[in-house]
């Protein structure tokens, strides 16, 4: 019998964040007692928090797991890809659009 919920194994595609690249939190993420040093259900993660992606593992042979620095707060918390969202491609699409616009070119 199945688990009743399967999901999606992530490893079988790349990575969606690389190390060095800028993310922004997109849930308020708590302390499920994994992180040493901290009560459990205590905030680490605020939604909206920027961060940068410095490094990349693996949980369960399935999940991609982003050990995120989280500057203003001075810790590096371990996120899932639904957590968050690239502040990178975000700037990369304004540029190209504010190129667009420059040259007369309409979308």
Known sequence: MGLG????VEIHNPPRFTPGEQVRATRNVRNDGTYPG??????????GDAGFVRDVGTFLQQFYIYAVEWIDRGIVVGMRARELMSLDE??????????DRSKGKTR
Not at 5 to 8: L, Q, T, W, Y
């Open 5 to 8: 919920r399967e999901e999606e």
């Open 90 to 99: 975000v700037s990369t699409l304004a540029t190209a659009e504010c190129t």
């Open 38 to 47: 901290k009560e459990v259900g205590e905030s680490l993660v605020r939604k």
